[in-house]
């Protein structure tokens, strides 16, 4: 339950004024009195419109509960007067008193409104926004099932000025290859789907000289409709309650092995083993530098990055990172400081061209940056 930080104050007869004030705290009980009517209207967001069959009732009784007529209106008897919290409801829309996340999401929870109910109140006006959804369809070229596909959702948003796709959202295809996103706020949307093999997807690293000798077919990750980029994506605007439709029709393929050979800083056989990396990250990118849903994995005895790729034009990006960190007290105040050098990264692009890539090199290279010192200081308690 969300509780909104307005109350709105329903004057008598003789005003048909509503008026919403912002209290620092809930208002005083009104009067006591026999229970009233309270009847008023409910209207859609987008439109203005009457919003007809939605549901209103008191939060926490639902025996309240009525729906809305063919004008959008309601009545609802034997309500005690003083502050009420009146909960409005119909599948498609959300309280326009509730935002959508950053995500682009409107949460399924329900709002309530602090309404204080007097006798011979005038009518209450209630709005539902109509949310928007978008639906698909997934077919495999080998006429398979297409179930249980991940299909990840991307909201354009703006950040720090600038325009960027964060990821909203995930869902699967059921056995009929159908997926859906629903309660979506008003924006511009893309989607793609993960990469899915034919056979069990690779879960163990290959023996070195045997990534040749790996064939594995599957479907690439493609974005709607059918491109390998977010710069060809279709972008799908939606207002209003729109109902969009996004269909993929996926073709199997090879997957090949790649391998490349990763080389630390310093000298010697025993260099990576010196800087001692306790994580390390890696991740492929596309030809324009934009991070693709394949997997790759590090094996820190041979030190190589390996993957399975469809054809086409990549990059690797590696990271390890050595977490160390010198620090000292002195009177009581804790100094820790990041000192440079505690990471390396490199990157390497290629392509896969229908056969295996096994022959590159990723060397590292320091990730210079300022230190950083952080002071952590405890003030004396306060004195009794």
Same mark, same amino acid.
């Given at each position: *339950?969300?509780?909104?930080? !307005? ?5 008598g007869a ?29 209207? &859609? ?15 926490? #009784? ?8 063919g004008?959008?209106?309601f /009545? ?12 409005? =409801? =119909? ?16 949460? &399924? ?10 006798? /011979?109140?005038?009518?209450v006006? !209630?709005?539902l ?14 006429? #398979? ?9 991307? =909201? ?9 796709w ?14 859906? !996103? ?15 093999m034919?056979? /069990? ?33 279709? =972008?799908?605007?939606?207002? %209003? ?26 000298? %010697? ?5 010196d800087?001692?990396?306790? *994580? ?18 590090y ?35 804790? +100094?820790? +400081? ?11 692009? !290629? ?22 010192? *952080? ?10």
């Amino acid at each position: *339950m969300v509780v909104s930080i !307005f109350w709105l104050t329903l004057i008598g007869a003789e005003s048909s004024a509503q008026v919403v004030q912002e209290l620092d705290g809930p208002p005083r009980n009104a009067a006591a009195g026999p229970p009233v009517t309270v009847h008023g209207l409910v209207r &859609n967001g987008a439109s203005g419109e009457p919003l007809p069959r939605a549901l209103v009732r008191i939060d926490g #009784d639902a025996s309240t509960g009525t729906l809305t007529d063919g004008e959008g209106r309601f /009545e609802l008897p034997d309500i005690p007067v003083g502050p009420q919290s009146f909960v409005v =409801k =119909k599948p498609g829309f959300v309280d326009q008193s509730y935002e959508a996340g950053a995500a682009g999401l409107w949460a &399924n929870r329900d709002f309530g409104h602090n309404v204080i109910v007097i006798a /011979e109140m005038p009518d209450v006006v !209630f709005t539902l926004t109509p949310v928007n959804s978008i639906r698909g369809q997934i077919q495999l070229s080998t006429s #398979d099932p297409a179930q249980g596909i991940v299909v990840t959702l991307l =909201k354009r948003a703006v950040q720090d000025g600038r325009a960027v796709w964060q990821a909203a959202t995930t869902a699967r295809t059921n056995t009929e290859g159908l997926f859906r !996103f629903g309660n979506l706020a008003d924006g511009s949307y893309a989607l793609y789907t993960e990469p899915t093999m034919d056979s /069990e997807s690779a879960t163990s690293l290959i023996e070195a000289g045997n990534a040749a000798n790996i064939a594995r077919s599957g479907y690439a990750s493609v974005f709607y409709p059918e491109v390998r980029d977010l710069t060809g994506a279709a =972008k799908i605007m939606l207002t %209003g309650g729109e109902q969009a439709e996004a269909n993929f029709s996926l073709v199997s393929e090879p997957f090949h092995a790649v391998a490349a050979t990763v080389t630390f800083p310093g000298r %010697g056989a025993n260099a990576a083993r010196d800087q001692s990396p306790t *994580m390390v990250s890696v991740i492929v990118l596309d030809a324009l530098g934009h991070q693709l849903p394949y997997n790759a994995q590090y094996d820190p005895e041979a030190r190589t990055v390996q993957a399975l790729l469809p054809d086409g034009n990549y990059s690797i990006e590696i990271i390890a990172t050595t977490s160390r960190s010198s620090g000292s007290t002195v009177g009581g105040i804790q +100094t820790f +400081t990041a000192p440079d050098g505690a990471s390396q990264t490199g990157q390497v692009s !290629f392509a896969v061209a229908g056969r295996a890539v096994t022959n590159l090199r990723i060397p590292l290279a320091q990730a210079h940056s300022s230190p950083v010192q *952080m002071t952590l200081a405890q003030s004396s308690p306060p004195s009794t």
